[in-house]
């Protein structure tokens, strides 16, 4: 048998970004053998052959019916991570996206034409949409053309608002959606582009979440992919004068010149305070004075397999401190900072490889509703409704009173000592209730949450850990998610998606409290997710 050699390629979109969890397949020329996986969270794809072979890289962009072709290699070619194969995608991933599939039956579309005061196309441009008289869509955005498509019942009342100078929605358009359009009906502005200038901080952090205290250092930002600008960092921060929809492409070089990973973001709003970009380095501080730097750490661009990023969690879930609540009084976990839980959520996230979209949107939208919107993560009630010294035996005197019931299944649940109630009450992000929870938690992980229960409150990664368990294992939600969805890689609409989140609250909280809550989280966190290409 030849000898297998290891072959890295990474993925490109059509805008140079690397394209995560892509389809992608490699097979010898001529054979009908192939390996098929997707691509990793930076855009790799790692397999073997065997030496002097020609092997063809296949991938399935989104919207795409089959694999295509993108390259031939000899498989005795030299790559690494460091200098992996690169294939790149005629297109970006939201023109591949764009592509959408027919529209299921019973939905139309109505599609709007937004343009400033003066006829100017404003692209990248936020719009809420809603039914008549409802509650608001999470923002739809604008493409190249000033065009937004809004997805609604035939013969439906809809409403669609638009974005002022001053942050806020002002209804535009009032009317009923009929069959669809497919001429875009005109919405103009009150206002000209030029209304929609704002400016950004931009607070640069490293992959710890603590400040990038590097000073003076080169900053390279690109502007809706044409206009180019050179900054530097100072004391961590950049001030931008931006504009509304304007995409930014960030580059920040080390004190060698060579640039760490570009990241890119987009302008959402004129008032707009500040953006923390995480950087993928470690913490540096010093001087980065030309030829002779004084660096006390040396920079490295490492791989942390992280998931989620700050500047996402953020624009998700707001900035404020979490877990203050009073129950959580004294606790080492009360008032962590996005900083301090990122690196936790994203452990567990990453140890049980938690990573595909879909089930993290979801995951994502119960651990926020499950522990109060991150204000505890310990049940605020006192435990004592699952405590068997509030139910002895003569309250089954009544066999079918509400009592006899409890004190039956606080005896099935395994709280059969005084005290287990509250001991065992819930606790973490998704609330772990009963003894017999612990048990099984504690049998899945080896921690002794049994002995200890607090760990679920004082610790930040046991309370995700936690929650990831009881999702994936205890749960078993993945599973209503992965049979919700025909293929966990394809666009799907709004209504499919909120069947699935129906089906996931009912498995997740026993039944169907703040369920509109949930679904409302579950859209804006999947928009979110569509407008990074991800998580990052």
Known sequence: MSELKTITARFFDGSGKYVRNLNVKSRYAGSSKENIRKTDINGFFIFQASSNRTVEILAKPPNQPDYILFKSINSSIISSENNPIVVNLPKTIDEYKANNPPLKKGIVSTVFKIVDSNGKV??????????????????????????????????????????????????????NSGSGTKQPILIKLNEPYDSFK???????????????????????????????????????????????????????????????????????????????????????????????????????????????????????????????????NGRPTQNSTPEQFLPALNKGLLKYKMTEKLILCHFLAQIYHECDHFNTLIEYASGKDYDIA????????????????????????????????PKYKGKGLIQLTWKSAYIKYKNYSGIDVVSNSDLLCDDLFHAVESAVWAFNEFKNADSLVRNGYSDLTKTYSDSHHLGVVDKVSRRINGGTVGLSERKSLFLKILREVEKRNGFK
């Open 122 to 175: 404003m692209v990248n441009f936020p719009i809420q949409s809603r039914p008549k008289s409802k509650g608001n869509s999470p923002d739809k955005y604008t493409n190249d053309q000033g065009l937004v498509e809004v997805l609604s019942s035939p013969n439906r009342d809809i409403e669609v608002l638009v974005l002022t100078s001053g942050d806020q929605f002002e209804l535009k358009f009032s009317g």
């Open 390 to 421: 509030t139910f002895p035996p003569s309250v089954c005197n009544a066999p079918k009173s509400r009592s006899c019931r409890r004190r039956k299944q606080i005896i099935a649940e395994g709280n059969t000592t005084p005290g287990d109630g």
């Open 198 to 328: 704002g400016f950004t901080l931009i607070k640069v952090l490293d992959k710890s979440g603590q400040r990038y205290a590097v000073q003076d250092v080169d900053v390279e930002m690109v502007f809706d992919n044409v206009n180019k600008k050179n900054l530097k960092v100072k004391n961590g921060q950049l001030k931008l004068t931006n504009w509304v929809g304007q995409k930014i492409k960030l580059t920040i070089f080390k004190p060698d010149g060579t640039a760490l990973d570009s990241v890119e973001f987009m302008v959402r709003r004129v008032k707009e305070e500040f953006i923390d970009l995480q950087l993928d380095v470690d913490v540096l501080n010093g001087k980065t004075a030309q030829n002779d730097p004084s660096i006390p750490q040396r920079i490295e661009d490492s791989s942390t397999g992280q998931i989620i990023s700050l500047s996402f969690f953020k624009e998700v879930y707001g900035t404020k401190k979490l877990f203050w609540h009073k129950t959580m």
